[in-house]
């Protein structure tokens, strides 16, 4: 799908995609960042993309908040192993 170059609220599409990382992480000021809502609420293929972008970046960093479950037998083994291997001349 080719990126649309519409000005709207005077910034244009390709703008918003060069800030959205920023605007997301909360990084611009805040003047810079109500342009870049305005454009994405005026115009309807920043919307769709923004949206699944921001909804990407917060599965994202959900997923790297929470460590992933190892099984009690694989830590076991494993400290068992590492334990082995302090003991090792």
Do not use: I, Y
Not at 5 to 26: N, P
Not at 44 to 63: K, Y
Not at 75 to 89: D, V, Y
């Amino acid at each position: 799908m080719p990126t649309p170059d519409r000005d709207v609220a005077g910034v244009t599409c390709r703008e918003v995609l060069a800030d959205l990382s920023d605007l997301l992480d909360g990084t611009l000021p805040e003047a810079r960042a109500a342009q870049l809502r305005a454009h994405v609420a005026g115009c309807d293929w920043c919307e769709r993309f923004g949206g699944r972008f921001a909804g990407t970046v917060r599965a994202l960093r959900a997923s790297l908040r929470e460590p992933a479950p190892v099984a009690d037998d694989l830590a076991t083994r494993l400290r068992a192993r590492l334990a082995a291997l302090r003991a090792a001349p």
